[in-house]
């Protein structure tokens, strides 16, 4: 007879316990009178019957159904690379893992290995925008747009905790929004002193490998330190004579009011560098350590990362397809502590809008090439390379 149904729901397992009832009533009144009663084709009967008879009740429970032979199965060996890159770099999904390491199987293979293995969780998808503007920024003229922004690093967890002992809390950040390129600073005070130093290095750098200021645009938020908050009534703020009166550039622009995404471009490289540099990298507490880790992602995210907003090509190959005159020289400026210095020892504005001499810690640097750097990254150029 048919187990009632409040006996199947309290049970562990209904399935099993309801073929274990359809045998017992076959050995009692037959295959006929069973598949009668269960509802069921005789065939079926006969076929848990016969397990049961040749293995007893572990022939009823449930047997995998996968496929005994798959031929397009990922081997063992390629599983155990996927696993190995993932563990290398944990930040990075299955289409940057197959890109960086050149890993032979598609995208849907390598997700599905990670999510075997409890290496990937879901995250929820952003919503699209109702306006794309990444091919339009294409359009633009090659190096034609400069955001700048500061990151309070105080909000990272695990970074923070650092701060007290030595290593700096604030990141001056500039993209050049065409192409993608990534120029980092650092201090330990946010003001407009800084952000004059930092505006003054980078221009004169960019001036010095062919770039044309005369069409380039700077574009700041409204931050006190980029003049936001200045009296107009007593001329233009400093950073805007820097960029507009000094360099001869274009324009010095501010975000317009309640327009949060106007700077997204260097807003979406601090969200980016959080997991692929902020956690990633392990910090000991030495500034020039930090600074070299620091100049060792820059290289990585200009020279060798895969934009995929942008044809998935790199700011060195748009560079080159876009304005090869620049000099490739551009992406090597190493990032520098600006806060290094004494007190007593920084210029005041107007020291530098007169374009007398930055002090020699934040402008007389090695050249890149004259001294071996030591960061995280670099192991995982040396893994890639064994990869492709």
């Not at 020289?329 to 007169?354: C, G, H, K």
């Not at 090439?369 to 030591?374: C, I, K, N, S, V």
Request: glycine content about 6%; some cysteine; hydrophobic content about 35%.
């Amino acid at each position: 007879m048919c187990p009632p149904y409040y006996e199947m729901i309290r049970s562990r397992n209904p399935s099993f316990d309801l073929r274990y009832r359809l045998v017992q009533t076959a050995l009692e009144q037959g295959i006929r009178a069973t598949s009668r009663l269960f509802g069921c084709s005789r065939n079926t009967v006969r076929k848990w019957l016969r397990r049961y008879q040749e293995q007893g009740k572990p022939g009823l429970k449930e047997r995998s159904r996968a496929p005994r032979r798959i031929p397009h199965k990922t081997p063992p060996e390629l599983e155990q690379k996927v696993l190995q890159a993932h563990d290398a770099i944990p930040c990075f999904g299955p289409q940057r893992l197959k890109q960086e390491f050149g890993l032979p199987c598609s995208t849907g293979a390598i997700g599905r290995i990670l999510r075997r293995h409890g290496r990937s969780r879901r995250r929820k998808k952003p919503r699209p925008p109702v306006r794309s503007l990444a091919r339009q920024k294409m359009q633009w003229p090659p190096f034609g747009l400069l955001e700048i922004d500061v990151k309070d690093l105080k909000d990272l967890a695990g970074y923070r905790e650092l701060i007290p002992f030595g290593l700096p809390r604030f990141q001056f950040t500039a993209r050049m929004v065409p192409e993608g390129t990534l120029w980092l600073a650092f201090s330990a005070v946010n003001d407009s002193t800084y952000a004059l130093l930092f505006a003054d290095r980078l221009l004169a750098h960019l001036a010095r490998c062919g770039v044309d200021l005369g069409q380039l645009v700077v574009q700041t938020d409204n931050g006190s330190e980029f003049g936001g908050a200045w009296n107009r009534r007593h001329g233009l703020p400093p950073f805007t004579k820097l960029v507009e009166q000094k360099y001869r550039c274009r324009q010095h622009r501010f975000n317009p009011p309640h327009r949060s995404t106007y700077n997204s471009d260097v807003e979406a490289v601090h969200g980016i560098m959080e997991p692929e540099f902020y956690e990633l990298e392990r910090f000991n507490g030495s500034v020039q350590a930090f600074l070299r880790q620091a100049y060792g992602y820059q290289l990585y995210f200009n020279l060798l990362r895969r934009n995929s907003a942008k044809g998935n090509l790199t700011p060195e190959q748009l560079r080159q397809a876009r304005a090869p005159t620049v000099s490739p020289q551009i992406y090597f400026l190493p990032a520098v502590m600006l806060s290094s210095l004494e007190a007593q020892d920084l210029p005041l504005p107007r020291q530098v809008l007169a374009a007398q001499d930055v002090p020699g810690d934040v402008t007389k640097h090695p050249h890149p090439f004259q001294r071996r750097l030591r960061f995280s990254w670099s192991r995982f150029f040396e893994y890639s390379s064994n990869s492709r």
